[in-house]
C-alpha cells in the first residue's frame, strides 16, 4: 500500500474530527460573521496540521478569503486547489448527526468535506516527506452559493499562475466519480415595457408588455437544442398590475446552459437581440454567460486516466461523470486551465436535508488528492 494513503488510514479520526470542527462552525453565504468565524476555524486547522504560510483576503461584504500556500517549489505552474466554505444552510437549519459511517450535517458534502480532504493530503504529503517541484496554492473563498461575484477575479487570477486546478467539490453517485464535464450557466434577465391602456376603452391602442412576454417565451425555447446540450428555462415571470389594464411591464428570468465554449458567443447573442413581436412594444435583456463550460479535453481526460490509475492503486475503480450545475471550476477551465471537479469525498444529498459523507472512505479520498498533487508537482 502506498505510504500516502496509509498514513492517512491510520490518521482516520483526526480527519473526522477536521470534518466535525469545519462543520460545527456553521457558515450560511449570506452570514459575514458566522462565514468569519469557520474561515477562522480552518485557518486555526491548517495552522495545526501545516504551519502558518495563510494570507487573509479580508472582504467587506461576503466572508474574509484564505489563500493557503504549501510547499517551496515554483509559482509559476503551480498545482492549484480551490473550495469554498459557504453553504446553503442557514444557521440551525440541518442538524448534525452520525449513522454509522455516515455523518450529515450542513455543508459536509458540499463542501466541508472537501477542505477537510485537501487540508489532509497536504498534510500526508508533509508528514511522509514527498518532495514537491511546485507551489501548491488552496485558496478558499466564501460565496459560491450565491454566484461568486466576489471571489470570480482572485480565483481567475490564481489560475493564470497554475499549471492544473482540483476542485473538491462534491462527487458524483455511490461510486464517487469525480466531473470531468459541467455545463457552463448563465442567468438573464428580461425587462418588456409596453403601452398602458384601459382594456375596455382602448383595447386596440395599448400594447401589451405581456402579450409579447409570451411570444419571447415560446421564441426563446427554440434556442434550446437537446443534441448539443443546450437548454433554456425561463423560471420566473412578473408583469401586469389588474385584469382590465392592457399590461406596461413585464419581467422574465431566463437560465441558459452550455455544454462547449463555443456556443457561448452565438446563444448570448440570440438571447440579448430579441425580434419583437407586438408592435409598440421593447425589450431589453440583461446579462451574460459569465460561466463557461468545464469541458472535457484531452488534458482533463489525461487527469482522469492518472487518478484512475491512482485508484487503481489504491484498490477502487474511480469513474467519471458530467454535472449540470456549474462550479468555480468553470472559471478556471473556462479560461484554459485543465481542471477535474468532483474530487470530494463520497458521499450524497447535496442541498439537501439528507446531505451526508461518508466517513470511512476519507482516507482514500484525501490519499487519491494527495497522489495527484504529487504526481502533478513533480512533472
Ligand atoms: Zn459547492
Known amino acids: 500500500m502506498s505510504d500516502l494513503l496509509n498514513y492517512l488510514k491510520e490518521h482516520s479520526n483526526q480527519i473526522t474530527d477536521t470534518l466535525l470542527r469545519l462543520t460545527k462552525a456553521e457558515s450560511p453565504s449570506h452570514t459575514k460573521g458566522l462565514v468569519d468565524n469557520c474561515g477562522k476555524v480552518l485557518r486555526e ?64 458534502f458540499d463542501m466541508k468535506g472537501g477542505l477537510t480532504i485537501t487540508l489532509w493530503a497536504l498534510k500526508a504529503l508533509k508528514e511522509t516527506g514527498v518532495p514537491l517541484n511546485r507551489k501548491i496554492t488552496f485558496l478558499v473563498t466564501t460565496d459560491e452559493e450565491v454566484g461568486s461575484t466576489h471571489s470570480k477575479e482572485i480565483i481567475l487570477a490564481e489560475a493564470e499562475k497554475s499549471s492544473v486546478v482540483f476542485v473538491p467539490e462534491s462527487s458524483i453517485g455511490p461510486d464517487g466519480a469525480v466531473k470531468t464535464e459541467r455545463k457552463g450557466a448563465a442567468q438573464f434577465l428580461m425587462k418588456i415595457e409596453g403601452i398602458a391602456g384601459h382594456a375596455g376603452i382602448n383595447a386596440w391602442d395599448g400594447a401589451s408588455a405581456i402579450e409579447e412576454l409570451a411570444h419571447q417565451i415560446l421564441d426563446l425555447k427554440k434556442l434550446a437544442n437537446r443534441d448539443e446540450g443546450i437548454s433554456v428555462n425561463v423560471g420566473v415571470v412578473n408583469g401586469g398590475t389588474r385584469g382590465n389594464v392592457i399590461a406596461k ?12 465554449k463555443a456556443q457561448a458567443e452565438k446563444i448570448s447573442e440570440a438571447i440579448c437581440n430579441r425580434p419583437i413581436f407586438v408592435k409598440g412594444t421593447k425589450v431589453e435583456v440583461l446579462g451574460e454567460i459569465d460561466r463557461y463550460p468545464l469541458e472535457r479535453t484531452e488534458p482533463v481526460i489525461q487527469l482522469y486516466e492518472d487518478l484512475k490509475e491512482i485508484a487503481s492503486a489504491h484498490g477502487y475503480e474511480l469513474k467519471e461523470g458530467s454535472s449540470g450545475g456549474a462550479s468555480d471550476g468553470n472559471f478556471t477551465s473556462g479560461i484554459g486551465i485543465p481542471t477535474i471537479d468532483g474530487m470530494g469525498p463520497l458521499g450524497d444529498g447535496a442541498h439537501t436535508e439528507q446531505e451526508h459523507v461518508d466517513l470511512s472512505n476519507l482516507p482514500y479520498r484525501a490519499a487519491l488528492m494527495a497522489e495527484i498533487i504529487k504526481k502533478y508537482a513533480n512533472k
Open 45 to 108: 486547522e491548517y495552522e495545526k496540521l501545516l504551519g502558518n504560510s495563510v494570507e487573509m483576503i479580508e472582504k467587506t461584504e461576503v466572508g474574509n478569503q484564505y489563500k493557503f500556500t504549501y510547499g517551496t517549489g515554483d509559482e509559476e505552474g503551480q498545482i492549484l486547489v480551490i473550495g469554498h466554505i459557504d453553504t446553503v444552510w442557514d444557521e440551525g437549519a440541518l442538524p448534525i448527526r452520525q449513522e454509522g459511517n455516515l455523518l450529515y450535517g450542513p455543508g459536509v
Open 249 to 260: 411591464e413585464a419581467v422574465a428570468e431566463i437560465d441558459v446552459r452550455i455544454t462547449k
